[in-house]
């Protein structure tokens, strides 16, 4: 089945600096690469996500980049803001048993300091 | 508004009790996806449905048990034989085809006495 190993588990950084997330899967089928933000005691939410044919997307101060043959993608934050303080999880989307079931890295828990 | 609704929001359990957290959606989605939650764990898939009267197991079912006799609903039964439920529980949806986007609610914290 897929792996997803998400680094790093924390990042702190300073108000406006920029933050960068970098996962890793193992199945070369996956073919969708969603990026999830969970505020504290809340559910995730999706903040963008990526499908394999594309390298890179962008919204606003959130990209994400996709690495097909180096199987990696990461998601890059600039000019951070105290409220982009959350728990971020990528996730790797493949076929299983008949079902398309995303699987989660252990997320990475980002504090931006004002 | 269209959406997932997890309840109860907290729960209590005692030792040797089942209990049951719900889930409902209204998005019309067929899939549906119970996730665990613990510190540093990442997110665990427990079960998962994609159609009605139809369920499989995930990662980690050995405690728990769902159904699906509605497409709208999805709950989750944490049994006595799962020995260690504190958790934050997680249900999601999404349409169950390939690149659909998956919806959380917002969770339910079960906590043992």
């Known amino acids: 089945g897929e792996n997803v190993e998400q680094h790093p588990s924390t990042l702190s950084v300073q108000e406006g600096d920029s933050a960068v997330i970098k996962c890793t899967y193992s199945?070369?089928?996956?073919?969708?690469f969603p990026w999830y933000k969970q505020e504290l005691g809340k559910g995730p939410q999706l903040i963008i996500d990526?499908?394999?044919?594309?390298g890179e997307k962008k919204d606003q101060r959130i990209a994400v980049t996709l690495n097909k043959t180096a199987k990696h993608f990461s998601l890059h934050i600039t000019e951070t803001q105290p409220e982009d303080s959350a728990v971020y999880f990528c996730?790797?989307?493949?076929?299983?048993?008949?079902?398309?079931?995303?699987?989660f890295g252990r997320g990475t828990s980002l504090i931006v300091h004002p | 508004d269209g959406g997932i609704t997890q309840s109860p929001k907290y729960l209590f359990r005692k030792e040797g009790q089942n209990v049951t957290l719900s889930c409902e959606q209204n998005?019309?989605?067929?899939?549906m996806y119970w996730y665990r939650q613990d510190p540093g764990q990442g997110l665990r898939l427990i079960y998962y449905?994609?159609?009605?009267?139809?369920?499989q197991k995930g990662d980690i079912a050995e405690g728990y048990s769902v159904s699906r006799e509605k497409k709208e609903s999805f709950p989750l039964t944490v049994t006595s034989a799962q020995k260690n439920p504190t958790a934050f529980y997680l249900c999601?949806?999404?349409?169950?085809?390939?690149?659909?986007?998956?919806?959380f609610g917002a969770g339910t914290r079960l906590s043992v006495l």
């Open positions: 996730a790797a989307k493949s076929w299983t048993g008949g079902s398309y079931i995303p699987t």
């Open positions: 199945d070369s089928a996956s073919n969708y």
């Open positions: 990526i499908r394999s044919n594309v």
């Open positions: 998005l019309n989605h067929d899939a």
């Open positions: 449905s994609q159609i009605v009267n139809d369920f």
């Open positions: 999601a949806s999404n349409a169950g085809t390939e690149k659909n986007i998956q919806y």
